[in-house]
């Protein structure tokens, strides 16, 4: 296993495409958890009101789930290098205005403007990412581009943290502009065409849109992705909700033992999703997968029960040691599962599905703390967690472990279906075209000759 993770190391120093798309998310991740702090603490300052931190969460959130259901083919159309450069330039746009804004209302638009610009850019460079290396890489990969996303929500954070200590809101704001322009440098550096292998086909956006949507209803990939981790985001939307509650109430830590069970979330997630690509490897995706998710539901299960601050932190950091392995196989599934001409739209589908359960769940799980507490909040996500390992180890079991294929629906037949499909549509094209072309060659004869067109 150590010597799989020396190897994904490497992968920087031998991919210079992938080396740069991995250092401009890192960059891009820790600007954007290091303002989901930044921007809470500006609101509440100005507002003292839990209902504009509400509505800050809404406008980070709601965007991803709009633009998958209505946006997502966009990702796959347009040059994704360029998606990501206005992606992130929009964001340091965001965030150089921000510092002269105080009123609450055009706060929370502005984060939704850089939540628009979020839900663009993930999303692209998840799709881009299978064409920078090769098929036998793209685990590793994927691993350590996830790697790095986890690790900038620990150091995050922590940034924002020391930031808004020292100087204000402000200055968390400025530095989170220069991470945003870095990333959108490093991302011109890599060639377009080394971010996509097909070259797009579209017969309108709305028909785009369906496609996407068939595509991750009827490939097995897809589909365990999408009931899997729909399920897993009830239970995640509770763990969140009652984490505060937990280590400020009934384990009575403060906001020290707070912040030291989220940095042992951190911690678990950033060794789930490194050591992933090893386990697969190893072990296979069913027995991953499932595995992974049955760690959830006992950590989280037993950190219910438990008795201090620490105990808790420890349960936790297993847990999310699973969190991190589930996050990498929904990637891996879904680069099996979709043909890079229409994997951006796959996963805005699955990206906007996932938030939206997280967003009712959440509410739900507010409920839950306030009626029954966050004891029983943990108590039940344990549960709901073991029911998505059960569905994992079910639907995983029903794929084929290919862990080489070029991935498009179900194997090498859901491939064979979906580019006969595109075939037909790429045919059905030029004959249009060859058709038109004839028409006005008629008329033009037609007119020459003196003679009235048809």
């Known amino acids: 296993m150590l010597d799989g993770a020396t190897g994904r190391l490497s992968l920087l120093r031998r991919n210079r495409d992938f080396a740069l798309l991995f250092w401009a998310t890192a960059g891009s991740a820790v600007g954007t958890y290091l303002a989901a702090l930044a921007l809470s603490v500006h609101i509440f300052d100005n507002t003292g009101s839990g209902r504009w931190l509400a509505a800050l969460l809404i406008a980070d959130f709601l965007p991803i789930v709009v633009i998958g259901l209505t946006l997502g083919p966009l990702v796959d159309r ?96 400025w530095v989170n502009c220069v991470t945003f322009l870095v990333s959108a440098l490093l991302v011109a550096r890599i060639p377009a065409n080394a971010l996509r292998s097909d070259e797009p086909i579209t017969k309108g956006h709305w028909s785009d849109l369906r496609e996407g949507i068939g595509l991750v209803l ?47 979330t951190g911690v678990g997630l950033v060794i789930g999703s490194f050591f992933a690509a090893s386990a697969l490897a190893a072990l296979g995706m069913t027995r991953v997968y499932g595995g992974a998710l049955s760690l959830m539901a006992v950590g989280f299960g037993l950190a219910a029960a438990s008795p201090t601050i620490v105990v808790a932190a420890l349960l936790a950091a297993i847990a999310t040691i699973g969190n991190g392995a589930a996050i ?38 507010g409920l839950l703390v306030d009626y029954w507490g966050a004891r029983a909040a943990w108590g039940l996500a344990g549960c709901v967690y073991l029911l998505a390992a059960l569905m994992a180890f079910a639907l995983t079991r029903r794929i084929p472990e290919a862990a080489g294929s070029e991935g498009a629906g179900d194997g090498p037949a859901g491939l064979a279906r979906i580019r006969s499909l595109m075939d037909e549509i790429e045919d059905t094209r030029r004959r249009e075209q060859q058709r038109a072309k004839a028409d006005l060659a008629v008329v033009a004869t037609r007119d020459a000759e003196g003679r009235p067109a048809p």
């Open 78 to 173: 347009l040059s994704r290098r360029r998606l990501m450069v206005v992606s992130d330039l929009v964001r340091a746009g965001t965030f150089a205005a921000l510092p002269f804004v105080d009123r609450p209302a055009v706060i929370v638009a502005l984060a939704g403007v850089n939540g628009i610009a979020t839900g663009f850019f993930r999303p692209a460079v998840w799709a881009g990412l299978p064409n920078l290396v090769t098929d036998e890489e793209r685990e590793q990969a994927t691993s350590l581009l996830s790697t790095v996303e986890h690790l900038a929500w620990t150091i995050g954070p922590a940034a924002a943290g020391l930031l808004l200590a020292a100087s204000g809101a402000d200055m968390a704001y």
């Open 218 to 264: 009827s490939s097995r990939h897809l589909v365990t992705v999408l009931v899997v981790w729909s399920t897993a985001a009830a239970a995640t939307a509770c763990v969140n909700v009652a984490e505060v509650v937990l280590a400020k109430d009934d384990l009575d830590a403060g906001n020290v033992g707070l912040g030291f069970l989220v940095s042992a």
């Open 328 to 365: 990498v196989c929904n990637q891996v599934l879904v680069q099996r599962g979709a043909p890079d001409a229409m994997r951006g739209r796959a996963l805005s589908v699955l990206m906007s599905v996932y938030y939206a359960v997280l967003g009712v769940s959440m509410a739900g799980g």
